[in-house]
T-cell receptor, first 108, second 112 residues
C-alpha cells in the first residue's frame, strides 16, 4: 500500500511565527487531505488537495503530485493552532492512509 | 461541525460486555468508514461501506462487527473486547470513493 511520511514529527513555535509541514507519499494519489486534530480528538478538515495550491486564511497548502509531496503552510501562528496535523492520502482504492502526524505547539 | 455525529462520546466496558457505537451522517453521502486511532499508532481504516454494502474489511478481528442499515447510519458492534482495543474510534463519510472525507468527533473507548 501507499506509504506516507510526515515531517517534522514535533514542532515548537512562538506565537506569530511561520511554519511549513511536509508530507511525502510513495505512489500516485487521487485524494490528499490535511487535517488538524484538536485535543478532544476531533479531526478538522483543512484542505482537500490532491494537486495544486489552495489558501484558507492563514493556512495554505500545495501538492506537487508528480513529485509526490504536499506542504502545509501556517503563517502568523496562534496558540489555537496547537495540536496534531495529519496528512492522509488515497490511491485508486477507497482507503485513506494517514501519516504519523506533526505535533505542533505554539507558545506565547 | 455537525455533519457527522457519533454516540456515545465516551465508553467504558468490561471484556465480557456487548456494546454498540453509532454514527450518523447528515451530508447525503454514499460512503461511510470506521477508523481506529490507538495511542502512538497512525489512524487505521477498519471498514468501508458504499451504499450500505461492505466493500472493505481491513483484517479486523471478528469481535468487531459493523452494520450499515442505510446510507446515513453506521454501527460498530463490540463484544468480548480486549484491553488493547482501547482507542479512539472515528467514523467518516464521503460523497463517494476518492472524495473528501468528513469525520465525526469520535468515541473514546476504554476496555477494562
Amino acid at each position: 500500500g501507499i506509504q506516507v511520511e510526515q515531517s517534522p514529527p514535533d514542532l515548537i513555535l512562538q506565537e506569530g511565527a511561520n511554519s511549513t509541514l511536509r508530507c511525502n507519499f510513495s505512489d500516485s494519489v487521487n485524494n490528499l487531505q490535511w487535517f488538524h486534530q484538536n485535543p478532544w480528538g476531533q479531526l478538522i478538515n483543512l484542505f482537500y488537495i490532491p494537486s495544486g495550491t489552495k489558501q484558507n486564511g492563514r493556512l495554505s497548502a500545495t501538492t506537487v503530485a508528480t513529485e509526490r509531496y504536499s506542504l502545509l503552510y501556517i503563517s502568523s501562528s496562534q496558540t489555537t493552532d496547537s495540536g496534531v496535523y495529519f496528512c492522509a492520502v488515497a490511491g485508486t482504492a477507497s482507503k485513506l492512509t494517514f501519516g504519523t502526524g506533526t505535533r505542533l505547539q505554539v507558545t506565547l | 461541525e455537525t455533519g457527522v455525529t457519533q454516540t456515545p462520546r465516551h465508553l467504558v466496558m468490561g471484556m465480557t460486555n456487548k456494546k454498540s457505537l453509532k454514527c450518523e451522517q447528515h451530508l447525503g453521502h454514499n460512503a461511510m468508514y470506521w477508523y481506529k486511532q490507538s495511542a502512538k499508532k497512525p489512524l487505521e481504516l477498519m471498514f468501508v461501506y458504499s451504499l450500505e454494502e461492505r466493500v472493505e474489511n481491513n483484517s479486523v478481528p471478528s469481535r468487531f462487527s459493523p452494520e450499515c442499515p442505510n446510507s446515513s447510519h453506521l454501527f460498530l458492534h463490540l463484544h468480548t473486547l480486549q484491553p488493547e482495543d482501547s482507542a479512539l474510534y472515528l467514523c467518516a463519510s464521503s460523497q463517494d470513493f476518492g472524495y473528501e472525507q468528513y469525520f465525526g468527533p469520535g468515541t473514546r473507548l476504554t476496555v477494562t
